[in-house]
């Protein structure tokens, strides 16, 4: 028996919904139905008695459900006493796409968070990596939360991926491929890119962990993909400045803001009919995280998806 299930079974007492319970502890609602069988086979009795209405405690449920709330409390004043001592709150490891930049709106939470509550402490690394390998570091505990862009052609892959490993999944956005260049390159400005323009040119990926496509896959993206060099960036900045410094070179990317663009004097071209990018939040369903870690992340999971659909660009 694990906390979180304590605080599942609690929370769905306290909403008398499985679907209201779930959007407070922001969960997926199968997640969370299949959380609270394998605990009821784990004790041996039945929690809940499934209604019309909802959901009401059994009897045995009622006896379970009050030492569980003690368990809840006694840890709450544990981790207040752990806070007056100025020792750390929480602990979070973030992993995100290098096609993106995720960064702001946390920032945002933790200025809110100084300004609120100035004793609060953290400990927060942020880890740069490609889609396939913040799966990994997800199922192997060395990230929290992980913020993943991929092409759409490879959603298939990924969601066998989420299903498999019982992720908790926020979309934040699907957005169109953007051709990411200097504004030196011969194609900078234009409103439409022609295919075989683009035929020799030097490509820049950020994302060298993807899967490999089908044969047919392989056809359809062959259009837009045409054979040319190839430079392979685990780092947004180095690309970035490799597209300013490398003649005739270009990234397909998410498109970016004005101050970005700005930022690192490039120019992006919309090119919908290459494609989109689909933009998620991905959680493990079962790690045990405190209230203000999880309070964090729903805070942060919201503003990702304000951050990446913006009313202009």
Request: one cysteine or more; a positive charge.
């Amino acid at each position: 028996m694990q906390l979180i299930q304590l605080q599942y079974a609690v929370a769905v007492a306290q909403h008398g919904s499985i679907t209201e319970a779930a959007k407070s502890l922001y969960i997926a609602q199968p997640n969370l139905s299949k959380a609270l069988k394998e605990l009821e086979e784990e004790l041996g009795i039945l929690i809940f008695s499934r209604t019309t209405r909802g959901v009401v405690p059994t009897e045995a449920g009622k006896r379970f459900l009050s030492g569980a709330a003690e368990i809840l409390q006694k840890m709450e004043e544990l981790q207040t006493i752990t806070q007056q001592r100025g020792e750390m709150l929480f602990r979070l490891h973030i992993t995100f796409s290098p096609y993106l930049d995720p960064i702001p709106p946390i920032l945002e939470r933790l200025a809110s968070m100084q300004h609120s509550a100035p004793d609060t402490d953290w400990d927060i690394a942020f880890i740069q990596t490609g889609a396939v390998k913040a799966i990994e570091a997800l199922t192997g505990g060395e990230s929290e939360l992980a913020v993943l862009c991929y092409p759409e052609r490879y959603h298939r892959f990924f969601q066998q991926q989420f299903t498999k490993n019982q992720f908790d999944i926020h979309p934040l956005a699907q957005q169109p491929f953007y051709l990411v260049c200097s504004r030196q390159h011969p194609l900078a400005g234009q409103k439409q890119v022609n295919p075989q323009q683009l035929t020799g040119l030097p490509r820049l990926m950020l994302d060298g962990t993807l899967p490999s496509l089908s044969q047919r896959q392989r056809r359809e993206v062959a259009e837009y993909f045409p054979n040319h060099r190839v430079l392979r960036c685990s780092d947004r900045d180095l690309a970035f400045s490799t597209l300013t410094a490398l003649p005739g070179s270009f990234l397909w990317h998410p498109p970016m803001s004005v101050p970005q663009l700005e930022r690192y004097g490039l120019s992006q071209i919309c090119c919908r009919e290459a494609g989109s990018f689909r933009i998620v939040a991905a959680i493990p369903p079962k790690r045990s995280h405190s209230p203000a870690v999880r309070r964090f992340i729903r805070f942060i999971t919201e503003s990702m998806t304000d951050f990446y659909n913006p009313k202009e660009r």
